[in-house]
């Protein structure tokens, strides 16, 4: 006959064996999401702040080519970049719809933008544009390789807006850029500039010396 520590050792142990194959999948099997047959929610893209230079009013020519500069025959200085990706929901939904709107300094490091009136400047580039994403939830733009300007690395603003989803400011990055003491990334949560890091690669079949890269944001 079994003693009452015995019975309750081996219960234990039972118990256990049950457990283990939840213990060793990890916390996603917990999710209620999961559980009830659905996808486990995506990280959102981290936020990043607006910073001061979001235009105080948006150029005439706000298409997805920043190159160009309607009515003016020459194109921005720089490394021209094909600047692509989709948007999704948390939920791994394709966000069709979305405004996608891009800002940046020129190749000098100056924005169109009354509180950075230094010279020179490059007025043939465009400094801001908007894409909306296509049925795919794809968003295009032709721009500038960022360069970087007093006190900051280069980056790219970007804000999206989607009718069905909580709207996301942010910042890109260069992988491969020396990314020093930054105000931005120093006030941000450990790890963002991972998140918030895009590769670049020559742009296949575009002009010469052309850049493309691509980034998959997941808004809030
Ligand atoms: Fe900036």
Known sequence: ????????????????????????????????RVASGQQPLLVPTPSQTEGPFYPKTLPADRD?????VAGRPVKALGTVLYFSGRVLARDGRILPGTIVELWQCDNYG?????????????????????????????????????????GRPPHMHIRLRHANAP??????????DVVGADGVLMAS????????????????????????GSYEFVLP
């Not at 908007?130 to 970087?148: S, W």
Request: charged share 20%; aromatic share 8%; glycine share 8%.
């Open 110 to 150: 100056r924005y169109h933008h009354a509180g950075d009136d230094g010279v020179p400047r490059d007025d043939n580039f465009q400094g801001y544009g908007v894409a909306t994403t296509d049925a795919e939830g794809r968003y295009a733009f032709k721009t500038i390789r960022p360069v970087p300007y007093t």
């Open 189 to 212: 949560p450990r790890g963002t500039l991972a998140k918030l890091t895009m590769a670049l690669a020559p742009a296949p079949g575009r002009e010469a010396g052309a850049l493309a």
């Open 167 to 176: 709207p996301l400011t942010t910042q890109l990055y260069i992988a491969g």
């Open 64 to 68: 997805a080519d920043l190159t160009q």
């Open 1 to 32: 006959m079994q003693s009452d520590a015995h019975a309750r050792f081996t219960s234990r142990r039972r118990s256990l064996r049950l457990l283990t194959p939840l213990l060793l999948a990890g916390p996603a099997m917990f999710s209620p």
